[in-house]
Structures are given as structure tokens and as C-alpha cells.
């Protein structure tokens, strides 16, 4: 059983950069391919970016390439969302998702959620 817990949240005008992390326990981090979901209000939860376990592939969605970068550091069980430019739009609770198997599309079959953490962007 992984536990992945989320860091970095909070409320930004419209221009800035957040980073976000997830720590991850109880498990072989290196083992899984990591993702970063949001859910805004009132709509589904939606894949934002993943990355294989070696962090030698990335994938994103297409609203958010060129502005955010995932990475990870297996040392310390950490995956990251760098977020720049940040629009409204991109306010949503952002959750971290460890998956069995790195797929290059935004098809992720996540095996373990985080609790999520709000990032709100005002205009």
C-alpha cells in the first residue's frame, strides 16, 4: 500500500508559478509511474501529466504543455508539478496518482490516489 501525500497549493493571481509535491511512502516509489490529476468544480476528475518511473518519459495533457513540468526524484520518493503561467482555468484540487505501468497518452490506470490539494487562480 502506497501513501501519497500532496504539498504546494494555495491562491495565486493569474501569471504566477506554483509548485506542487507528493510525497509518497510505503512502497518502492521507483517501482511506479507517477501522475498529476485535477478536478475543478463541478467536473471530472482529469489527467494532467504523468511520468515513467525513471522519469525519462513525460506526458501531458494538451492544455498544460509548455507550462507545466513533472518530474521526480526517486531518492526522495517526490514527484513534482512545476506549474507556470497559471491560468483560472487551471483552478482545480490537484491530486498525485502512482500507477503500475507508464503509458505515453493520458490514459494512466492509477493504482493509488493522494488526498488531493487545492489550487486556486484568480484572474
Known amino acids: 500500500q502506497v501513501q501519497l501525500v500532496e504539498s504546494g497549493g494555495g491562491l495565486v493571481q493569474a501569471g504566477v508559478s506554483l509548485r506542487l509535491s507528493c510525497a509518497a511512502s510505503?512502497?518502492?516509489?521507483?517501482?511506479?509511474?507517477m501522475g498529476w490529476f485535477r478536478q475543478a468544480p463541478g467536473k471530472e476528475r482529469e489527467f494532467v501529466a504523468s511520468?515513467?518511473?525513471?522519469?525519462?518519459?513525460?506526458y501531458y495533457t494538451d492544455s498544460v504543455k509548455g507550462r507545466f513540468t513533472i518530474s521526480r526524484d526517486n531518492a526522495l520518493s517526490t514527484v513534482f508539478l512545476q506549474m507556470n503561467d497559471l491560468k483560472p482555468e487551471d483552478t482545480a484540487v490537484y491530486y498525485c496518482?502512482?500507477?503500475?505501468?507508464?503509458?505515453?497518452?493520458?490514459?494512466?490506470?492509477?493504482?493509488?490516489w493522494g488526498q488531493g490539494t487545492q489550487v486556486t487562480v484568480s484572474s
Open positions: 511520468i515513467s518511473w525513471s522519469g525519462g518519459m513525460t
Open positions: 496518482a502512482a500507477g503500475s505501468r507508464y503509458r505515453h497518452s493520458s490514459v494512466f490506470p492509477v493504482a493509488f
Open positions: 510505503g512502497g518502492t516509489f521507483s517501482n511506479y509511474a
